[in-house]
């Protein structure tokens, strides 16, 4: 009896040195789960990173932390104590801010799988359109042929992927990739997609990833569009060989939804060029996405989104 209750005695010390902190991390506008958020306790320095749900949970492993810090591109960086972490009700809301590349800081998180593309990555660059985000990957090359009527050329790691044939394509899960396509099987035109909507996108580049199913032999990406806007958009913009676009995003829902961590937003687009070719494409596109992201119960949301795609240009072989 003496030596299990030193067993036992033994054991629960083990178990409260490796009690974890956990809590939430929301956008202090939105108040939307943040994803990819870098979580450290001090004076430990024992990291992790918070899930697509904003949640983050890091074990005690050395010593008691006395404080916790949060850090994300984009984002003010915030030092609180755990005492106070507590008092927040284990949810810490992260203002944003312009983005500053004056430091990096480099942290190893196991079991990552994939690579992902930050908002950061797309709002340095000027995105025209959603199949431009995948030039961000590196050695990967596409191309458009056509005038932008249908999806680009995609090539990578020695393969002409067509467009799409041997390169899988997602949004939030679902995917682009057509079965059956006069053009080529695994067609996948994602110009549907408002660039302005895409929050994140994960990719992966390598051997045939069987879980993603048989257009993956090169690769493939997901992306990931916004779930609440932080502001109402309106945007014209125009160029050359008369080219025109017109850009709406607007909130739906009022601020009490807001702070049940609900949002419904609307965003379109119409696009016109006739481009540089002798006889004009008259090329005219039309998209319209609808999303709504709500809060169900402490780990479960809901989200639910519509879009509509209508597009139109004359194509005469040279």
């Given at each position: 009896m003496g030596l299990m209750l030193i067993i036992l005695l033994a054991l629960t010390d083990r178990?409260?040195?490796q009690t974890a902190v956990r809590g939430k991390v929301v956008d202090a506008i939105s108040l939307q789960p943040l994803e990819g958020v870098t979580v450290m306790l001090l004076p430990s320095k024992a990291s992790g990173i918070t899930d697509p749900l904003g949640v983050f949970a890091i074990r005690q492993v050395k010593?008691?932390?006395t404080d916790i810090s949060f850090s994300s591109v984009g984002f003010e960086s915030r030092i609180i104590s755990i005492a106070a972490l507590r008092n927040t009700n284990y949810r810490i809301a992260l203002t944003a801010r312009s983005i500053e590349l004056t430091s990096v800081?480099?942290?190893?998180?196991?079991?990552e799988q994939y690579t992902p593309i930050s908002r950061t990555d797309i709002a340095m660059r000027g995105v025209n359109n959603s199949q431009e985000v995948l030039r961000i990957i590196p050695g990967i090359v596409i191309g458009q042929h056509q005038g932008?009527?249908?999806?680009?050329?995609?090539f990578l790691r020695g393969f002409d992927a067509d467009h799409g044939t041997d390169f899988r394509l997602e949004v939030d899960g679902l995917p682009i990739n057509m079965v059956s396509h006069a053009h080529g099987q695994g067609f996948a035109d994602s110009h549907f997609i408002i660039p302005e909507i895409i929050q994140t996108v994960d990719f992966k580049k390598g051997p045939y990833t069987a879980s993603k199913g048989d257009f993956a032999t090169t690769g493939f990406v997901d992306f990931n569009t916004k779930n609440a806007l932080t502001e109402n958009t309106v945007k014209l913009e125009g160029g050359m060989f008369n080219t025109y676009r017109a850009l709406g995003m607007f909130n739906l829902l009022h601020n009490k939804a807001k702070e049940k961590q609900q949002s419904w937003y609307i965003?379109?687009?119409?696009?016109y060029s006739d481009a540089y070719f002798d006889n004009p494409q008259h090329f005219k596109r039309f998209n319209l996405f609808s999303k709504y992201n709500g809060r169900l119960s402490e780990h479960n949301y809901l989200t639910v989104s519509a879009t509509a795609f209508w597009l139109l240009w004359s194509h005469r072989p040279f």
């Open positions: 178990i409260q040195a010593e008691p932390a800081t480099i942290s190893a998180h196991a079991g932008g009527g249908k999806a680009e050329q995609i965003a379109s687009e119409y696009r």
